[in-house]
């Protein structure tokens, strides 16, 4: 490598003594540069340096020009019989920092074919910064560095001009690659797109906000969306872990929508008003509605809660709407209102028994007559099989009306102080104890008549 140095320095003297020759090309005319008879060599451990010494002048600046044509090149061969490399070496050296240099190189050793820059040191000499910049005289704009321990820096923007960046790591136990977009904070903020080592293969989005690393986006390698600080990576297309805003349609087409946590909640209205919600816990699953606390809960024993409504609306298309009642048992139940009569009732259907028969319950909406498994008819009360009840009212004055023999005195007595309402069951006590009374009677005139006939 160092026979290039004699090459370079001998045609540096050359163009040197062209250029500095006004009247003659020839290089002993020139009495301002000469090349020294001695070639002294500076040693440094088992390193040893060449020097080829330009005497003369003090010059600050080494130029080199050709008088005509359109370029000025200067080539650097390797040796003709050994082409194995040739280069440009850039060194500052002394007995005190020791050797540090820079090589721009072609190589063609077996172990190195190549083009390239190489930064070397040796002894004393350490690294420094490898950089390119630029500078009007006055200001100086970096625009790339690099140092020793593989960090490598690109000032200002980076544009790639092909079809895709590639980042291949070693793997560091945690990713196999990143790419770190960091702010310029006294305490910076970054943001890390890694492609995971620890999660295998799963492409993350991380935060750290100076203090601890977030994870708030995550993709596993087979397809899983995970938004927060979800741990079910297996399991669950999209996880969210946290509220969830949705601006438009949000459509599942044969998917399962699962909640999973103690509690959990879909609101409903706007950011500043979420009225309306539907929530669930461990225990139930229910609709809420925040202004007057109204809520709706199905519990897990199976009944359903209202709590804060002042009354429950169910709303058809139909003339009929209808709340049906079925368990594991094999009847079931019907509660309907018809909303072209008016009509409510309820219906237990029964084997053998015809759609169109009547009614279990029916209270007509016109009237409010009242039918026990009978069809509508003029009477305010209607129904077949038995009656069972503990009392009946009735009204006195139809009762009573035409009526005023001396045993119904304390029965009209009664029916003025109870609101003209007279009560059967008294009334049939009142008749036991005539009945009862009448016994008596017909007992002493039996006795009266056989006494006489003695």
């Not at 119904?408 to 007279?422: I, Q, T």
Request: with cysteine; glycine share 8%.
């Amino acid at each position: 490598m160092r026979t290039n140095l004699l090459c370079f320095a001998f045609v540096l003297c050359a163009f040197i003594t062209q250029a500095q020759s006004t009247n003659s090309n020839s290089f002993q005319e020139n009495r301002n540069a000469e090349v020294a008879d001695s070639i002294p060599v500076f040693k440094s451990g088992s390193y040893a340096v060449s020097q080829y010494q330009l005497k003369g002048e003090e010059v600050q600046v080494l130029d080199i020009q050709r008088d005509k044509g359109y370029y000025s090149i200067l080539q650097i061969n390797s040796p003709e019989k050994t082409p194995f490399e040739s280069t440009i070496t850039l060194m500052n050296e002394s007995d005190a920092m020791g050797v540090e240099f820079l090589d721009l190189y072609n190589q063609n050793y077996s172990s190195e074919t190549q083009f390239g820059i190489r930064l070397q040191k040796r002894g004393k000499g350490r690294f420094k910064p490898f950089v390119l910049d630029f500078s009007d005289g006055k200001t100086k704009t970096k625009v790339f560095q690099a140092t020793s321990d593989q960090q490598s820096t690109f000032y200002g923007k980076l544009n790639v001009a092909g079809n895709f960046l590639s980042v291949q790591g070693k793997g560091s136990g945690y990713s196999f690659s990143a790419l770190e977009l960091k702010s310029d904070e006294p305490t910076p903020k970054l943001w890390q797109i890694s492609h995971k080592q620890d999660i295998p293969h799963a492409l993350t989005f991380s935060y750290h906000d100076g203090n601890r690393w977030k994870f708030p986006f995550m993709i596993s390698e087979k397809g899983n969306t995970l938004v927060g600080s979800i741990e079910d990576k297996n399991n669950g297309r999209l996880q969210v872990d946290g509220a969830s805003y949705f601006q438009g349609d949000m459509v599942l087409d044969q998917s399962n929508l699962a909640l999973r946590g103690n509690t959990n909640q879909i609101s409903f209205g706007s950011e500043q008003q979420q009225r309306r919600r539907i929530i669930s816990s461990e225990e139930y699953l229910g609709f809420e509605n925040t202004v007057g606390n109204n809520s709706l809960k199905l519990l897990d024993s199976g009944s359903v809660r209202l709590s804060g409504m002042r009354g429950l609306t169910l709303e058809s298309e139909e003339a009929l709407s209808s709340i049906h009642f079925s368990g594991k048992g094999k009847k079931k139940g019907l509660l309907a209102f018809d909303t072209t009569h008016g009509n409510l009732f309820f219906e237990i259907p029964s084997e053998g028994r015809k759609q169109e028969q009547a009614a279990s319950l029916l209270i007509s909406g016109k009237n409010g007559d009242v039918y026990l498994g009978v069809a509508p008819s003029q009477k305010k009360l209607q129904a077949t099989g038995r009656l069972h009840a503990s009392d009946v009212l009735v009204n006195s004055g139809s009762l009573l009306e035409g009526r005023s023999s001396k045993e119904l005195k304390e029965l009209k007595k009664h029916a003025e102080v109870e609101d003209s309402e007279v009560s059967l069951l008294l009334v049939n006590q009142l008749l036991l104890d005539k009945v009862e009374e009448l016994y008596r009677k017909l007992d002493e005139l039996e006795n009266r008549i056989k006494e006489l006939e003695k």
